[in-house]
């Protein structure tokens, strides 16, 4: 009987352990995992399920934890994967919610510059690829 209650008291711990585990670090922890997933060196960075997961899961966060030093660096992670897998408009936006929300980052002239390079490359668009290497130009 004894051995009963102890398994139940180590099993009742261990549903209050799960459930009390922090979301924050449950998300970066998954996102790692995806990340060791698409970009090892065995990974297959060509896999645009995992790819687009990883995407989700940056935004996600970013929208969760806005205030969070990662959601910038999430959000610049899910441009550069959308700009390379052809997805410029979303890159874009991702490029402006990074230069809207989070100014002081350090890589916002990187951010401003890729937003030109996207509208150069990705989207054919050379009047506002000009305009935005000028605003680059002009800025740094």
């Known amino acids: 009987m004894k051995t009963i209650k102890v398994f139940a008291l180590i099993m009742l711990s261990g549903i209050i352990l ?3 585990s922090d979301p924050r670090a449950e998300a970066i922890e998954e996102i790692t995992d995806l990340e060791n ?10 896999n645009l399920e995992k790819a687009n997961q990883l ?6 966060f970013a929208d ?3 205030d969070d030093s990662l959601a910038p660096e999430y959000l610049f992670k899910a441009a550069d994967i959308t700009m390379n897998f052809n997805r410029g408009e979303m890159a874009i936006n991702l490029y402006n919610r990074i230069l809207h929300n989070y100014p002081d980052f350090r890589k916002a002239p990187e951010c401003l510059f890729l937003k030109a390079y996207v509208y150069e490359n990705n989207l054919g668009d050379l009047e506002n690829a000009k305009k935005y290497y000028q605003e680059f130009i002009d800025r740094y």
């Open 18 to 20: 799960i459930s009390c």
């Open 37 to 46: 997933i698409l970009f090892s060196e065995e990974g297959d960075m060509g």
């Open 55 to 60: 995407i989700e899961k940056y935004v996600f």
């Open 64 to 66: 969760q934890y806005p």
